[in-house]
């Protein structure tokens, strides 16, 4: 609440939210809905679940979870609490589905410490941690260490700060006196004495990390005397942009420690028995894997088959999709928007699929507008076809080509203007078919083609 907090005073929006806090075990009440908070284990202090109890039964919705008998603060997940909901009977439950391919338990984040004390014990480099900014334990951990071994500490990326500063503020985080430095501090020290935490351990393209890798980032410039650690996993789909900026630290002789060659970082989601586990305590009538690729889902529900619910009763949800539940069954009800919401400067969600697809066909293949000024009432050319092209071809070095093109585009109008009652719209699409037919037999490209004929 504390992050969202200050988001709304970000905007100006902090006298329209009514927030109210709630703690683990208590409930509010929603129309006909009562929602109990169950505490749960996550990367980020203060993870609820949500018992959803309803005219029809209670419905589980795990949130994002892990089962971390030794967590670094709040006590472990309250599985004593889905036991006694499981007796009481459970109508359906919502699963986290990240880690259902992965067998085994997720390690405690209390193996991470182990990890960073191997890492700065051993180290006389300057340290760059990236790591995700909601992971306030994994910060925390890096301060303690940091500070262990004499290292002044740089915060960096508006989130991390952000998020600092709202868990400092609550308690969740303590930053020992003196550690904690300025950004444009840190050329006060020499390398071995700082450890600079940033964002960017997804690889995103405005992230510290990314711009301090292709040298962008004028506070901070890497190379031999840095030792860069991405404390992250890669959330599926991000390996590559990931990969290129490990390889561009390299480059720079950077010593870079991630995931695959050092045991830096642990998840915040549940393996295969953390999931049986709450399934053997729950035992939902009805199942619904959530949160991560489509194979994750599907494995999170052979893991719910294998545990004893019947096949018929596990539903494989689609984005979207409105899934209504009653006594005879789960029924598919029809659909909501959902997915992307598309930011084009001042334009929120206004670039639809027709844009979209035009982009695309631009970004691969260019476009060549053909410009003519003729009469359809009098049948008489007055200028052009001229060939305009960008994004296709060089055109000092494809002169034939475009040559060709204005020849087989003069033809086109020539045809139709003879025929006589020809509309605006025929001819361009006409110059359009026979331009296109034209470059792709001479070239195998299908440039966007873009007739502008005025009728004068």
Do not use: W
């Not at 789909?237 to 390889?247: A, C, M, P, V």
């Not at 293949?365 to 003519?372: L, N």
Request: with cysteine; aromatic share 6%; net charge positive.
């Amino acid at each position: 609440m504390g992050i969202v907090e200050n988001k709304l005073i970000e905007h100006k929006l902090e006298r329209a939210a009514n927030m109210i806090c709630v703690k683990p075990g208590e409930s509010v009440t929603a129309g006909v809905f009562k929602i109990e908070f169950i505490h749960v284990n996550h990367s980020i202090p203060d993870s609820l679940a949500f018992a959803i109890k309803t005219p029809l039964g209670t419905v589980i919705h795990t949130g994002d979870f892990k089962i971390d008998l030794t967590p670094l603060e709040g006590g472990m997940i309250d599985l004593t609490r889905f036991g006694e909901l499981g007796k009481q009977g459970v109508l359906a439950m919502l699963c986290d589905s990240t880690n259902a391919e992965r067998g085994g338990y997720t390690p405690s984040e209390k193996k991470v410490a182990q990890s960073l004390n191997h890492i700065f014990s051993d180290c006389d480099k300057r340290i760059v941690i990236a790591t995700f900014s909601s992971n306030v334990h994994r910060v925390q951990q890096i301060i303690n260490t940091s500070a262990k071994y004499k290292r002044k500490v740089a915060i960096i990326g508006r989130s991390m700060v952000n998020i600092v500063s709202a868990a400092r503020k609550l308690g969740c985080m303590s930053i020992p006196d003196d550690t904690l430095i300025d950004i444009g501090e840190i050329k006060r020290h020499k390398p071995h004495q700082v450890t600079l935490i940033t964002t960017g351990s997804q690889g995103e393209p405005m992230s510290v990390l990314s711009r301090m890798a292709y040298g962008e980032f004028k506070e901070v410039k890497l190379g031999q005397d840095d030792m860069v650690v991405i404390s992250a996993s890669p959330i599926p789909g991000n390996e590559k942009t990931i990969s290129r900026i490990i390889n561009e630290l390299l480059k720079k002789r950077v010593s870079v420690l991630y995931d695959q060659v050092a045991e830096v970082h642990v998840s915040g989601h549940a393996c295969q028995e953390e999931i049986k586990t709450l399934l053997g305590l729950v035992q939902p009538l009805y199942y619904f894997p959530f949160h991560g690729e489509y194979k994750h889902l599907v494995k999170n529900a052979e893991l719910a088959e294998y545990m004893g619910i019947k096949k018929s009763n596990i539903t494989i949800p689609e984005l979207g999709n409105v899934y209504e539940l009653n006594k005879k069954g789960v029924k598919n009800t029809g659909t909501v928007p959902a997915g992307k919401v598309l930011v084009d400067g001042f334009g929120v969600g206004d670039v639809g699929s027709v844009v979209l697809r035009d982009r695309r066909h631009l970004s691969q293949d260019g476009i060549i507008t053909v410009v003519a000024a003729l009469s359809l009432s009098t049948r008489v050319l007055y200028s052009g076809p001229d060939i305009v092209s960008r994004g296709f071809v060089y055109v000092k070095e494809s002169e034939a080509l475009m040559d060709e093109a204005r020849t087989v585009a003069a033809n086109a109008i020539d045809v139709c203007l003879n025929n006589g009652g020809t509309s605006l719209n025929t001819l361009k699409n006409r110059v359009r078919d026979e331009l296109s037919k034209f470059i792709y037999g001479k070239t195998k490209r299908k440039p966007m083609i873009l007739p502008i004929i005025m009728d004068m």
